[in-house]
């Protein structure tokens, strides 16, 4: 419980936020295992698919940290510390968004290099509202959503649909609940036909 982790034989490693009592919640925890998780991606992997279990991608901050402002400081050193790695890996990222994606999990989307959401799919930043600065998200979000679209989100903590997050940049793709899974392999399929050099050689010149 927490973070699953499997590889299938194509090399697509699949990493799962599993904790249906926080709605999964990324704790210390999960964010630490899933940093170390992320070093250990070797010369075997070809895309890496980070999602969620249930109905679920991720409610952000574990409310049950946030309370003590040294869970909060270590958490948003990790969040930084992921978007680093994510930025370093060699192989590229699918987020497969299978439900609401709030906070720390929405930066995390908008980190992959590609994200499919599902339809019915809710968004927000509502850190603000909780007297919380988002940096690591704002850092996350600066490479695919305008200004004025980021002070709108970050602002105001509001909420949003799939709709508007695929026009703002932050979704690739979006499908309906029974069509996620075929629209997420169909972009693993087209990854997988490039060559891993290149593949690699091409995100670096992007994310430069």
Same mark, same amino acid.
């Given at each position: 419980? =927490? ?25 210390? !925890? ?6 170390d $998780?992320?070093?250990?991606?070797? $010369?075997? &992997? ?11 991608f991720?409610?952000? #901050? !574990?409310? =049950? ?13 990790l969040?930084?510390?992921? @978007?680093?790695? @994510? !930025? ?5 990222v ?10 720390? =999990? ?5 980190? #992959? ?17 909780? %007297? ?8 996350? &979000? ?5 200004? %004025? ?31 996620? !899974? ?11 036909? =490039? ?7 091409? $995100? ?5």
């Amino acid at each position: 419980m =927490g973070l699953g982790s499997d590889q299938d034989a194509r090399g697509v490693l699949t990493l799962t936020f599993d904790d249906p009592r926080t709605r999964n919640a990324l704790s210390l !925890d999960v964010l630490s295992n899933l940093l170390d $998780r992320l070093y250990l991606v070797g $010369r075997d &992997c070809r895309v890496v698919v980070l999602t969620g279990a249930g109905t679920t991608f991720s409610s952000g #901050a !574990d409310r =049950g940290e946030v309370a003590d402002p040294a869970n909060v400081e270590r958490a948003g050193k990790l969040v930084l510390d992921l @978007l680093a790695r @994510l !930025d370093s890996l060699e192989v590229p990222v699918v987020a497969r968004v299978n439900g609401a994606a709030f906070g720390a =999990g929405l930066a995390l989307v908008a980190a #992959a290099d590609i994200a499919v959401a599902v339809d019915g799919a809710r968004f927000g930043f509502p850190e603000v509202r909780f %007297g919380m600065v988002a940096e690591p998200a704002i850092a996350a &979000c600066r490479r695919r959503v305008s200004e %004025g679209a980021l002070l709108d989100l970050f602002l105001t903590g509001r909420q949003f649909d799939a709709s508007e997050a695929a026009e703002l940049g932050l979704v690739a793709h979006t499908a309906a609940p029974e069509l996620l !899974d075929g629209a997420v392999e169909s972009v693993v399929a087209d990854l997988l036909l =490039g060559d891993r050099a290149a593949i690699a050689a091409s $995100r670096r010149l992007i994310r430069a």
